[in-house]
C-alpha cells in the first residue's frame, strides 16, 4: 500500500491493459426518484463523468444494502463511508467497506486499486486515526491511497 497524490478525474479516463479499480467514498442514502446521493466529493466527481451512476447505485442500494459495488464498465468501486450524507463518516463501517474491497480485489484479480483517504474529506475523520486499520485489512494488496485535487476550470492550462 502506498500513498501518491493524484487527480482522480485523471484515473476515471485512465487507458489500461493492467485490471485497475478506481474506488469512490459514497453513502447510502437515495433520493426519492431512486437516485444515489452522491453531493460532494469523489461521488460527486464520478456523478459528473458517469451520468448514469447515481441510477444505477440507487437501485443496487436499495435492493443489496450500503455495501461495496464494482461497476466494471467503469472500473469503478463504491466504497461506503457513511449511512446517511449529511453523517459523519462511521469507521466501523469504513472498515467493513475495507474487508469487502479485500474480497473484491481476490476475486476479480486487479493490479490496481486506487482508494481516497476513506472517510477523510467531507465524512471528518481523521487519516491518522483510520490508517492502521485501513493497512491492517489492505496492506497486503496494491492499493494506492490517493489524496486527490479537484479539477475544475480554473486549473486547465491554457
Known sequence: MREEKINIVDLFQLSTEKKIGVCITTNGEVDRNGNAIMGIGTARLAKKHFPDLPGKLG???????????????YRLITFPVKHRFKERAS?????????????LIEDNKFD????????????????EDIKPDVERILGRYNVVIIYFELWNESSKKS
Open 112 to 127: 490496481t486499486v486506487y482508494l481516497p483517504k476513506p472517510g477523510c474529506g467531507a465524512g471528518n475523520l481523521s487519516w
Open 91 to 103: 469507521v466501523l463501517l469504513v472498515k467493513n467497506s475495507c474487508l469487502s474491497l479485500a474480497r
Open 59 to 73: 437501485r443496487d442500494i436499495l435492493e443489496k444494502g450500503n455495501r461495496v459495488f464494482y461497476y466494471p464498465e
